[in-house]
């Protein structure tokens, strides 16, 4: 897969596959193309070059189709993109309701399943502007699982929060690694990637220059761009 903005190549050569039940980490310094091939997966970006598969389906570029192909892949974004205006339950059922046709009891039954999940049952009728960060992205993670998707996308779901309730959201994400979600998580969150995840993917300018065993990647990478990196950040 390739993707460009104008002429500046984002994406270069991608050949990335995950699998069923797999939790992988997408790391890099900013700007080395991870949030653009999170947004390209989805379709939030169109892709200059190549395919997208999900359960071997090849993913449109547009339609009804696409809309299908894209509710079974969910997506958490860094600045947690909840509707102001309605409130926390009225978040989580908005999908379910339009795109799977769901009744508003049954869809009112499971948000507040999914809102007693991550630990908001008592927000359910709370503004986000009446939460705090971590509750708004918990919020917006159970909005993403409402939809029964096969994946989950997270785009640096983290690093629009405080430190002190950083881990309310990285505690949810866990769980759901536990119970066997397929996640691709693009973070800066380490101790994450290393910890709860499968597989690291190591991404620079645009490439994928190293993946593997979180353990190995972290105490002995074999490219020299995977060093340099890990030695910037793991110093402090």
């Known amino acids: 897969m390739d993707k460009f903005f104008g002429d500046f190549q984002a994406l270069k050569n991608i050949d990335l596959d995950i699998h069923r039940g797999e939790v992988v980490a997408l790391i890099g310094a900013s700007g080395s193309g991870k949030s653009t091939l999170c947004r390209c997966l989805n379709r939030l970006e169109t892709i200059t070059a190549g395919e997208i598969t999900i359960d071997g389906e090849l993913l449109p570029e547009e339609g009804k ?82 939809m029964k998707p096969k994946a989950l996308l997270f785009d640096e779901p983290t690093s629009a929060l405080d430190p002190e309730v950083i881990n309310e959201v990285l505690d949810v994400m866990t769980e759901l690694a536990e119970q066997g979600m397929t996640m691709l998580v693009v973070t800066h969150e380490m101790g994450f990637a290393r910890h709860v995840c499968d597989r690291v993917v190591y991404m620079d300018q645009g490439e994928i220059v190293e993946q593997g065993d979180p353990e190995e990647f972290f105490t002995a990478p074999r490219s020299e761009r995977a060093k340099a990196f890990l030695s910037k950040i793991l110093a402090h």
Do not use: W
């Open 65 to 146: 189709e696409l809309t299908r192909l894209r509710a079974d892949v969910g997506m958490v974004f860094q600045s947690f993109n909840l509707f102001p205006h309605l409130k926390a339950i009225d978040n989580v059922t908005l999908g379910p309701r339009k795109v799977r046709g769901v009744s508003k009891a049954e869809a009112d039954q499971q948000a507040m399943e999914l809102l007693e999940r991550v630990g908001l049952s008592d927000k359910a009728n709370s503004l986000p502007t009446a939460l705090s960060g971590g509750q708004q992205q918990r919020v917006a993670i159970a909005r993403a699982l409402a």
